[in-house]
């Protein structure tokens, strides 16, 4: 079955320095990939998502690109603040009927 | 309004017990999911349900049961509670399968 795996398991950045989270998965038929932000005491929530139809994605700060041939997907965030200081998990999925398969997460620490 | 709801927010109760959590959604999705968190913030899934059927029933002790009155119902019951259960439980739903999850507030429960 498909196995996805998250690295780094913590990455500390100087605020305003970029932060890169990179996930690999195992199933090349996966083509949904989402990203969901933690903050502490909350819910996940979905920040930006990627279909393998397209390399990369951009939402202001933060993107997403897609490399299918490696079957890996990165996280990107420029201009760090200490509000983006949470646990970022990524997910993959061959789609609608087909379970959505989590990474481990990574605990991004913002230094002031 | 709220899009997925859990009921209680906290559950401290003692070893042995049984104990219900109860997730409501208003997003219309036909699938609805129970997570498992603990303290080193993995996302374990639990059981998903879809159309009010069990679709998806992880390695999961059967003193935890599921139950769907109905599509925008997913109720946790846990029978015998155990100092290991001791976790933040999370719901969640999507329109379909492998699609883009929106998570409940969690319930954070305690075993003393």
């Known amino acids: 079955g498909e196995n996805v795996e998250q690295h780094p398991s913590t990455l500390s950045v100087q605020e305003g320095d970029s932060a890169v989270i990179k996930c690999t998965y195992s199933?090349?038929?996966?083509?949904?990939f989402p990203w969901y932000k933690q903050e502490l005491g909350k819910r996940p929530q979905l920040i930006i998502d990627i279909r393998s139809n397209v390399g990369e994605k951009k939402d202001q700060r933060i993107a997403v690109t897609l490399n299918k041939t490696a079957k890996h997907f990165s996280l990107h965030i420029t201009e760090t603040q200490p509000e983006d200081s949470a646990v970022y998990f990524c997910?993959?999925?061959?789609?609608?009927?087909?379970?959505?398969?989590w990474g481990a997460g990574t605990k991004l620490i913002i230094k002031p | 309004d709220t899009a997925v709801s859990q009921t209680p927010k906290y559950l401290v109760t003692q070893m042995g017990n049984d104990k219900s959590i109860k997730c409501e959604q208003n997003l219309g999705h036909d699938t609805m999911y129970w997570y498992k968190q603990d303290s080193k913030k993995f996302l374990k899934i639990m059981f998903s349900y879809n159309n009010k059927e069990l679709i998806i029933n992880e390695t999961v002790p059967n003193r935890f049961s599921p139950k769907s009155p109905d599509k925008a119902h997913l109720n946790l019951h846990i029978n015998s509670l155990e100092l290991g259960d001791s976790a933040v439980y999370f719901c969640?739903?999507?329109?379909?399968?492998?699609?883009?999850?929106?998570f409940g507030p969690g319930t954070r429960l305690l075993v003393l």
């Open positions: 199933d090349s038929a996966s083509n949904y």
């Open positions: 997910a993959a999925s061959k789609g609608s009927n087909y379970q959505l398969i």
């Open positions: 969640a739903s999507s329109p379909g399968l492998g699609e883009t999850q929106y």
